[in-house]
């Protein structure tokens, strides 16, 4: 096990230097030039920008810059804001909680409903949960993240508020050491608008793998020696079912804490996908470099993790 995990160690660490060598080419290895004059501000003569070029070592060949870039970026030095001055990982840190609260809350979320859905979908074939599955399924690969949010926004936020009913905030977000129940109230719809995406897949995944599991030699040994079908669902079928679900929601895990940029949008949660959409409109090179980064090693990190979770859960895959 030990081989396997540094294996796939191993094999991060280069998939995050060829990332950070494509972010490099891609944003800081184009026109220094224009960087300095970022950084500079718009009405900087060229002597301060030859002076900012000098400081950042912009003038520096190209490889020397992308070896010092990167040790920074190994330190977790991100560099500083060209529009507020602020260091770009105090940013990051400061908005993790609400991504972080945001991704998996709706990941949750949409596990606990699809499980369930997923498994009743598995047991009756044809019935009317299985064709509700199919129906979410192809319901959340078609409709737009930003259309559900809106939708829930009207339904959920508009029309009970006028009846006089205000059982959820029209957005925002609520530190949950600062107030728990607020910060279940704020966040409650953003997760249900992400969940609503996944819900569908999920039980469509889930449906699939048991109907595979339900057919194999040893659940009818189970049933020719007298097992209740409650019991083969939960101690033979189910832990199948749900190993190659972990590949799909550790995928979607480390996408959605790199950051939530439509939900966050919608519902005015300051997250790191909000950070990062306002680093690109302003044109704040370090901001989008650094959140670029964060959300591939987040990527990373959880393609890591459910390969270890799902070597530990089926042995197969270590002896392979």
């Keep these: 096990m030990l081989r396997y ?9 280069v998939v995050l230097f060829l990332v950070s060598l494509a972010v490099f080419l891609l944003f800081f290895a184009g026109t220094p030039g224009s960087i300095a004059q970022r950084f500079a501000g718009e009405g900087a003569d060229q002597a301060t920008i030859a002076l900012v070029e000098r400081t950042l070592g912009l003038d520096r060949p190209l490889p020397v810059q992308y070896l010092d870039w990167l040790g920074r970026i190994l330190t977790f030095d991100f560099g500083v804001s060209f529009r507020t001055q602020e260091p770009v990982l105090s940013g990051i840190l400061s908005r993790l909680p609400a991504t972080a609260s945001l991704a998996v809350g709706a990941i949750v979320l949409a596990v606990l409903v699809a499980v369930p859905l997923g498994t009743l979908a598995a047991t009756r074939p044809g019935s009317a949960v299985d064709r509700l599955v199919s129906i979410m399924a192809l319901s959340g690969l078609s409709a737009p993240t930003f259309l559900i949010g809106l939708g829930l926004f009207y339904v959920l936020f508009f ?47 889930v449906r699939s793998t048991m109907i595979d599991a339900l057919k194999t030699d040893y659940i009818w040994f189970a049933r020719a020696k007298g097992m209740g079908e409650r019991r083969i669902l939960r101690r033979l079928a189910l832990k199948p079912s749900l190993a190659p679900l972990v590949t799909l929601v550790g995928l979607d895990l480390g996408g959605l804490l790199g950051g939530t940029i439509i939900t966050e949008r919608i519902w005015g949660i300051s997250g790191i996908g909000s950070f990062a959409v306002n680093g690109v409109m302003s044109g704040d090179l370090p901001v989008v470099m650094g959140t670029v980064m964060v959300a591939a090693l987040f990527i990373i990190l959880m393609n890591l993790i459910v390969d270890v979770v799902y070597a530990l859960i089926d042995p197969r895959v270590r002896l392979r």
């Design 5 to 13: 995990v540094l294996k796939r160690l191993g094999a991060s660490v």
């Design 159 to 205: 029309q009970l508020s006028r009846v006089g009913v205000t059982a959820f905030p029209s957005g925002g977000y609520t530190p949950l050491t600062e107030n728990p129940w607020e910060w279940f109230r704020h966040l409650l719809l953003p997760w249900m608008t992400i969940a609503l995406v996944n819900i569908g897949v999920y039980a469509r995944f």
